[in-house]
């Protein structure tokens, strides 16, 4: 039986390779100061869809909220297989919390037609975890988090093995369900060149907008626009189009979007400087480390 | 979501696995008792579960005025929806302002769920609680007395506070042992309300085919010294000076993500923003460099020992003894100096 899985991914600064001014001045991040990767638990979610497509048949849809640049990822998940792609993206959607951002998607997630949702465990620039359990609350569906295997699927009941705290345990359920997939679940495949093949001129409508623009600024707005109409209408035609859904074709209930739809505000941001009160610098000798070993014996933090 | 509500209680959902509670809702009692009191207002822990009124007096004695305990045989175990639907109806009936939860897997589970269907604002990990004010910029409006949700973001690179004013109760989860566990007062007296809970065999979404849980391999937040050692120990069998160092002290051995992932030493003995964050008397660091997310699991502790042969080692900075050398020259001479002393 075939399965329709949308697997729900974000494009993530690489947190590992900050660098100090990655913070604007109210608090927000400046992502644009740090390199933009595919967040590394959505790939397994991504990796557990196309089994399940390879395995069962079905279809498999890669969404994202984020800036147009977003896009990236859609076609990185094309590359690796996905057979849909969808970039959500409206200014309004900035400045959306988890809550926000679960109303959004889940507007989204209800157009299609699905029977599994996935998502990765958490996001590295927040690693709240929120999003997932919040979207299945908004489907109505069940979710199960933190899956660290996924071990049956038949019967419209799937059954996986899920970390708790100190162990595991398997549990089973009737679809529809939300899954949140940890890096234990699998290895994620690289792209395929064939895929990259075929899918290397894939665009989301306010790219291809963004480059005729850019390589016809002699022509004039009419005549710009029938360019960028015709070369939308050819890539849908090749299947290459990235949808490109904004709140107003998701119905979406402005109240609920962006900065009014998020309860969450910063107050404050701090970078971290931590230093120690009073340090010694201790000999690397067998008479520095001793004295301070009886140091410390004296003051009994060592019995 | 419920309205700003000044009367409202400071909640905290006392998680209970197999009818044992939780380190994390205990370690968060005497935190929740300071904002209470703060706030002029009750302490309540939530109670939720099958046959677990005997633990309602144990979260009296660390610090809750009132327990609202809620026993049904469909909570035995913990489940998204059967807990959250409870939670959910027991915020609306009683409307508190702050609802806290352990950052266990169960609570990061349940907390979103129910922040959700409440649509309240909900801050994840937070190593700090705090009660302030907020004036917002553009109007000069000052919202009093909110709470401070202080945690770290971007990888642990920076120091958020977040608050929330308007759309109430005020949620967030707190890591394990990133607040002191409370000493338990037995002569404490307070308020058991029993609550009932609304559910039916269909709320019972998820079949519990098997469990299997195992005691973690090291207990590090009961430890008074820790020797933790990082990727300069170079290999698992060099991994043995750490042991050894640990042995002569009688102190638990820890490590880096980067000692872990190398697989020099089980994850259990992870310390830092995604292993376990400790506290210590003493903390040896060998061959440890000292990065913003390990330093979130340890700079708390009393003392710090950094061994490192890199002078510009960020660890140095918060250690207050700093030697500059092979690990594996002075561990050895540091175990020759304790075999001596004690
Ligand atoms: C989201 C996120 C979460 C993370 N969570 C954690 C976490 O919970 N805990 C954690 O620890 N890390 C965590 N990390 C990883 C962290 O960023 C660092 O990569 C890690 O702590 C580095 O470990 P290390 O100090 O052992 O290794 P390194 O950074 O490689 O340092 C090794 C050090 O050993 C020194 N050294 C080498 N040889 C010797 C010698 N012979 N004698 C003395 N010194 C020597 C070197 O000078 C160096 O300073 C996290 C990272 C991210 C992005």
């Known amino acids: 039986m075939p399965y329709n899985c949308v697997c729900l991914i974000k494009q993530v600064p690489d947190t590992k390779k900050i660098s100090g001014q990655a913070m604007n001045d109210d608090g927000t991040v400046n992502r644009a100061a740090l390199p933009a990767i595919f967040n590394p638990e959505d790939l397994n979610a991504l990796e557990t869809a196309l089994q399940i497509k390879e395995r069962y048949g079905g279809t498999v849809t890669a969404i994202t909220m984020g800036l147009p640049s977003a896009a990236d990822i859609l076609r990185e998940s094309l590359y690796r297989g996905a057979d849909d792609a969808i970039l959500v993206t409206d200014r309004k959607c900035a400045a959306s919390d988890t809550l926000a951002t679960s109303y959004i998607i889940s507007c989204a997630v209800k157009k299609l037609d699905y029977d599994i949702v996935l998502c990765g465990r958490q996001a590295i620039d927040g690693d709240t975890a929120q999003v997932g359990p919040q979207l299945a609350e908004k489907l109505g569906i069940t979710p199960i988090t933190y899956m660290e295997e996924l071990q049956e699927l038949a019967n419209g009941r799937i059954t996986v093995r899920r970390a708790i705290e100190n162990g595991w345990q398997k549990v089973r359920t009737k679809l529809p369900v939300l899954l949140t997939v940890t890096d234990e679940a699998n290895e994620p495949r690289v792209p395929a060149a064939k895929f990259i093949m075929k899918y290397k001129n894939a665009m989301a409508p306010i790219e291809v907008e963004k480059a005729i623009r850019n390589d016809n600024t002699a022509l004039d707005e009419q005549a710009v626009k029938q360019l960028i109409e015709d070369e939308i209408r050819v890539l849908e035609e090749k299947n290459l189009l990235i949808k490109q859904w904004d709140l107003g074709f998701l119905e979406a209930d402005i109240n609920w979007c962006g900065r009014s739809g998020s309860p969450t505000k910063v107050h404050r941001i701090q970078s971290v400087v931590l230093t120690a009160k009073g340090s010694k610098e201790v000999e690397p000798t067998e008479s520095g480390v001793s004295d301070m070993v009886h140091e410390l014996i004296k003051e009994k933090t060592i019995a | ?342």
């Open chain 2, 1 to 342: 979501m419920i309205s700003v509500n000044r009367q409202g209680e400071v909640w905290v959902f006392a998680e209970q696995n197999e009818g044992k509670l939780a380190d994390t809702p205990l370690e968060l009692m005497s935190k929740a008792r300071k904002l209470a009191d703060k706030l002029g207002v009750k302490l309540a822990a939530v109670l939720m579960g099958d046959q677990v009124s005997e633990l309602a007096e144990r979260l009296v004695q660390y610090g809750a005025d009132k327990v609202y305990l809620i026993e049904h045989h469909l909570l035995e175990h913990y489940q998204a929806n059967t807990y959250a639907k409870t939670l959910h109806d027991l915020i609306h009936k009683y409307e508190p302002q702050v609802v806290l939860c352990g950052a266990t897997i169960n609570g990061r589970d349940l907390a979103p769920r129910v922040a959700s269907s409440v649509k309240a604002g909900l801050t994840a990990d937070c190593t700090d609680l705090q009660i302030g004010d907020h004036e917002v910029k553009a109007t000069k409006e000052v919202h009093k007395n909110l709470l401070f949700q202080v945690r770290p973001a971007f990888g642990g690179n920076i120091i958020a506070t977040i608050i929330n004013y308007d759309r109430w109760p005020q949620m967030a989860t707190v890591r394990e042992g990133v607040m002191p566990m409370p000493e338990p007062d037995v002569s404490r007296k307070g308020q058991i309300v029993e609550e009932k809970a609304t559910l039916t065999k269909e709320d019972l979404l998820v079949e519990i085919l098997d469990q299997h849980t195992r005691p973690k391999k090291v207990d590090l937040k009961a430890a008074r010294v820790i020797v933790a050692g990082g990727a300069g120990v170079g290999s698992k069998d060099n991994f043995r000076v750490i042991w050894d160092l640990a042995n002569a002290l009688g102190a638990a051995p820890a490590a880096t993500r980067a000692a872990v992932d190398l697989g020099f030493i089980d994850k259990d003995h992870q310390v830092g923003q995604t292993g376990t964050t400790v506290r210590p008397s003493l903390y040896i660091a060998a061959g440890v460099s000292g990065a913003i997310q390990h330093q979130a699991g340890m700079s708390d502790s009393q003392k710090i020992i950094a061994i490192n042969n890199d002078p510009d080692a960020p660890i140095f900075q918060i250690a207050h003894y700093k030697i500059c050398g092979d690990l594996n020259d002075i561990v050895p001479k540091m175990i020759k100096a304790i075999k001596e002393r004690i």
